[in-house]
């Protein structure tokens, strides 16, 4: 049983958009979405998870350079639902996709896998010509 589940990945053209969702499993965790930093990581194959955007309980979000500009981490707090709207996707961001619930840390674009406290199972983006 995963902690948070994702949803909203898909396949899609160059140039195109998706939205990712996240939203706790049990009730019990919903605090982790709406007062605790939480955050977007992705994963290629053969790569490293790297995080793509956090935001803060305090509504500041940051941006890895790589999505920022395109990419917009947002949250509703009476759904209890993590977002991502991704545009003007490239074929780079194919990836699988991670929403987290962050511990005791800052909550800077600098955050890695071991600050994470909740995952979710991850969505599959995948981008082509």
């Known amino acids: 049983q995963w902690d948070l589940v994702e949803s909203g990945g898909g396949s899609v053209e160059t140039e195109g958009s998706l939205r990712l969702s996240c939203v706790a499993a049990?009730?019990?965790?919903?605090?982790?979405?709406?007062?605790?930093?939480v955050a977007w990581f992705r994963q290629a194959p053969g790569k490293q998870r790297e995080v793509v955007a956090t935001?803060?309980?305090?509504?500041?979000?940051r941006y890895s350079e790589f999505v920022k500009g395109r990419f917009n981490i947002s949250k509703d707090n009476s759904k209890t639902t993590l977002y991502v709207q991704m545009n003007n996707l490239k074929r780079g961001d194919t990836a699988r996709y991670y929403c987290a619930a962050i511990g005791p840390s800052d909550c800077g674009i600098s955050v890695v896998p071991e600050n994470v406290g909740l995952w979710g199972q991850g969505t599959q983006v995948t981008v082509s010509s």
């Open positions: 935001l803060a309980r305090d509504g500041r979000p």
């Open positions: 049990r009730s019990m965790h919903s605090r982790h979405i709406t007062r605790a930093c």
